[in-house]
């Protein structure tokens, strides 16, 4: 997974989130038109708000998103967003989903990945000193 560093005109940054969330009372709702039309509106909130899917994959009952973010964007406001946006459209678009008050519990899993280790960042921060 090499990916390039990511330059705005304040930050240069490679972060990647690995997000893992599921629909109220792990309910297998992420099916058949739904599972298509939430592929699409992640993809279209990712484009609108400048992260990059690196993959996607969902199950009726759970969904693992991996994207590269802004370092101005936290990992809760990328979740919210998501979360927001597709539980009130796919309510709005399926006649079967309209009785839930939400679609998403309100926790996640997050965990990020990189090009370099933890070991490999802490002998570099740790080798600081002796620099001259």
């Avoid at 990647?16 to 099916?31: E, I």
Wanted: hydrophobic fraction near 35%; charge should be positive.
């Amino acid at each position: 997974m090499e990916q390039e560093y990511r330059r705005t005109r304040t930050t240069v940054s490679l972060i990647h989130y690995h997000f893992v969330f599921c629909p109220r009372s792990r309910r297998k709702v992420l099916v058949n038109k739904v599972e298509e039309r939430f592929k699409q509106l992640v993809a279209e909130i990712c484009q609108e708000n400048d992260w990059i899917i690196v993959a996607m994959e969902v199950m009726p009952d759970h969904c693992h998103l991996f994207l590269n973010g802004l370092p101005t964007d936290s990992p809760s406001d990328i979740m919210a967003r998501v979360k927001g946006v597709t539980s009130r459209r796919l309510r709005q678009e399926f006649n079967h989903l309209v009785h839930l008050q939400s679609l998403w519990t309100h926790s996640f899993f997050v965990s990020t990945a990189g090009n370099v280790s933890s070991d490999t960042i802490n002998r570099y921060v740790e080798a600081q000193k002796t620099r001259g």
